[in-house]
């Protein structure tokens, strides 16, 4: 008699791992669109990237936009006096305001055939760009309480796996230039070891830490969450594809975008993996 339970519920939804999927991949492709106004090799890849980049900066912006409880209170981001600058979250809603409004600026100087100004307006969305990753992964490591995010490991990841991510997909937007797909292949090839170097620090000390991280690193090694994360985040999305790549037949075209195509399912599992791991132990306490 009396006796209740307090429900505990996740306040980041999973529409928060696909909006940290979406935005890392367009802050890289941006990257490689800018890239290409100083390698010829990136040459075929600038419009299409940008593109493709602005189109997932748009999907994601909708992405936090429909999560929010009154949508309309986005338009708060615009005003200033509102602000609260000692919040992360308001200097990456600003990032992502001023990497929009410099994305379309850049796409307008491009149609105008201004190189000059394209190429100044490349290197500051670059940087912009850059700020997404850095700053979603910022986001989390501020949470003490959580484990897993709690790290300074989590900018440096989520800047590798945005790039290891968009080169994924610039590998398809490549076609038959086998001179990009080679460069796109380094690129995966490295930025997914070093999200596989952090995956491993990462595990090993939330596997030794306090109670809470312990509890967490068995929900996220057991279970239906082990299976997305231990599974396709680090197995089928982080490790099979640096095997491959390093293989004979990695070199090949086929090879590269099968590899590609494996780190994009692993990318995704990644960042709801996290996502989840860092809320899943209040959840039941």
Do not use: C
């Not at 490689?32 to 593109?51: E, M, N, P, Q, V």
């Amino acid at each position: 008699m009396g006796d209740y339970n307090v429900f505990h519920h996740m306040p980041w939804s999973g529409a928060y791992a696909i909006y940290f999927f979406v935005i890392g991949i367009s802050a890289a492709l941006f990257f490689f669109s800018a890239l290409s106004w100083y390698r010829d090799d990136f040459k075929s890849l600038r419009t299409s990237a940008f593109y493709v980049s602005f189109g997932l900066m748009a999907a994601g912006g909708l992405l936090l936009i429909g999560d929010l409880a009154k949508p309309m209170r986005f338009l708060n981001i615009l005003n200033p006096f509102y602000l609260n600058f000692t919040s992360p979250l308001a200097w990456g809603g600003l990032n992502l305001m001023s990497f929009g409004a410099v994305s379309v600026a850049y796409f307008y100087m491009m149609r105008k055939k201004d190189d000059t100004n394209s190429r100044r307006l490349a290197v500051i969305g670059s940087l912009l760009a850059l700020g997404l990753p850095i700053y979603t992964g910022f986001d989390l490591t501020v949470h003490q309480n959580r484990p897993v995010w709690n790290s300074p490991l989590m900018p440096v990841l989520f800047v590798a796996m945005s790039l290891v991510s968009g080169a994924a997909v610039a590998s398809f937007l490549a076609g038959r230039n086998e001179k990009l797909l080679a460069t796109l292949r380094q690129f995966m090839l490295w930025s997914a070891g070093a999200v596989g170097a952090m995956l491993v620090s990462l595990l090993g000390t939330t596997a030794y830490g306090g109670a809470g991280q312990e509890l967490t690193f068995m929900f996220m090694t057991s279970g239906a969450l082990g299976a997305v994360f231990v599974g396709l985040g680090i197995l089928l999305g982080t490790a099979a594809p640096i095997a491959l790549l390093l293989a004979p037949y990695g070199r090949q075209q086929n090879g590269v975008l099968l590899a590609a195509g494996l780190i994009l399912v692993g990318g995704m599992a990644l960042r709801y993996s996290i996502l989840v791991g860092g809320q899943i132990v209040q959840t039941y306490f």
